[in-house]
């Protein structure tokens, strides 16, 4: 994710850039909330390696850009991290999320 490089300066971003790609995550991310409806995995009740991809890829997303507003309107997404974020495997690797 583009934003990323803004985020943590590991590249020149300007500022109309950075904002359009924030509002490009959070359209994604209202998308995923969208198709987690009635799920607790991206696939159903099992944890898939997609599950694990996504939420690495998010996790930045979750820790920096996306504000507490918008948080509170993806609870899809919000159950479905917690989810992921609170597996052992995940926990020992990055911590507590």
Not at 15 to 34: F, G, P
Not at 63 to 88: C, E, H, R, Y
Request: aromatic share 12%; proline share 1%.
């Amino acid at each position: 994710m583009q934003v990323y490089n803004g985020v943590f300066g590991w590249a020149k971003m300007e500022s109309a850039t950075y904002n359009n790609e924030i509002n490009e995550l959070k359209k994604n991310v209202r998308v995923m909330n969208t198709a987690l409806e009635g799920k607790k995995f991206l696939l159903g009740d099992e944890l898939s390696v997609a599950d694990i991809v996504i939420a690495n890829c998010l996790m930045y997303g979750f820790q920096t850009v996306l504000d507490q507003g918008f948080m509170k309107s993806i609870k899809n997404v919000n159950a479905w991290a917690a989810n992921v974020f609170a597996l052992p495997e995940y926990v020992h690797i990055f911590g507590k999320v």
